[in-house]
């Protein structure tokens, strides 16, 4: 038997746990404080609707559920690897969102505002920062299309993550059908868009030339690919310069109304900038986007956008709907990272020793010390100095010993 967990997941020690679920509990603390209501899915979808999900490149990591039984072996029979599942799990928790609105809307609100803090499941490459199973944080608005829903969505998560302790950070923002008409506008045809997206999604990874590079490499016309290089290469590119470039300013003035509007509502707080080469890589987005970017740490600790077509898919009708995404992982290494970081305001802990004889004393006092204290009771070992030790290395700060009188502090 195999005691390492399987690559790309993890264990996690009592103190690994504490932080974890601390962090969990004020975010779904700020989540619940602005109005959203928490809800549960399954880890398990449909594979059709998985596959069906506009999510990108997730879908060529989406772990498939095998059918079961008969239904097994009559899918082994006909040769064909599509029938051998009917269901996967889960890789993010926006798809059984919508499906959970679909099913369940008769008893819902609009607009409906919803939490999800779960795991969820992709088939990566295992390696340091890229997990098979980890948790995200959703909070998601359901049937406006009010830009209002995009500054709601910052604001909340934006002070989540002050509530963390994860420093400074700033919010990028796009809108992918202004990203769209810019695209247009430099001469590529409606139909390859998608695939420029995929593309331009790489620039933090290979640059322009790279970028400009592998658009010459599908086939893009070279005169083309120039006025993208022009345009997309030179210094950061202005709202003002893509409106002025596609000819129109609607788009922009809503992105410009969110960015101006969250800095009012936060006194300057939190950060937005206008980022044009922002694509996100779900192809369920279809307007506003956004990623959060931590400025003491490398790379993204959350994101998301506006997916006003997803839920048509399962009831023929389209209903608006707008989504932010906390990446705890990646929170909750840089926090676990920091020598110094412990969870705040928790309560002290407290490790009662008895002999044997005497563990019904111990219980009660135990009892007595717990409406201020959480106290664990352990039989007092051979070597109470080493097992003492052993006790404050796992963050407790008193001790009571067999004598079942006064608290004595543990040395750290």
Known sequence: MKIKTVKGTNDYLPTDAEIRDYLQSIIL??????????????????AENLDKSDGGENLNLIFKVLKRGDKLQRALETGSE?????MGLRYDLTLPLCRYFANNRANLMLPFKAIQIDRVYRAERAQRGRLREFVQCDIDIIGSTAPECEIELILTTAR???????????????????????????????????SVCITFDKLDKIGIDGVCSELLEKGHPK???????????GDAVTLDAVAALTGDSTVAQK????????NTLSDEQIKTDFDISLVRGQGY??????????????????GGGRYDNLIGKFIGEDVPAVGFSIGFERIFSILKG???YRVPGGRKKVVVLYDVDDFVAASKKADTLRAEYDVTLCERGKKQGKQLSRFAQRGYDYFVGADLLELQELSK
């Open 160 to 194: 989540a993550l002050q509530r963390t302790g994860i420093g400074a950070f700033k919010i990028r923002i796009n809108d992918r059908s202004l990203l769209c008409s810019a695209l247009s506008a430099v001469g590529f045809p409606a139909d390859s868009l998608d």
């Open 223 to 233: 005169d083309t690919v120039d006025r993208f290089c022009q345009f997309f290469g």
């Open 285 to 302: 987005y279809t307007g506003t986007v956004f990623e959060i970017e931590s400025e003491e740490f490398s790379g993204a600790i959350g």
């Open 255 to 262: 992105l410009r109304y969110i960015m101006d509007t969250v």
């Open 29 to 46: 603390d700020t989540y619940k404080s602005a109005g959203f209501e928490h809800i549960i899915t399954p880890i398990l979808e449909d």
């Open 82 to 86: 599509s029938e051998l599942s009917d």
């Open 338 to 340: 920091k020598e110094s």
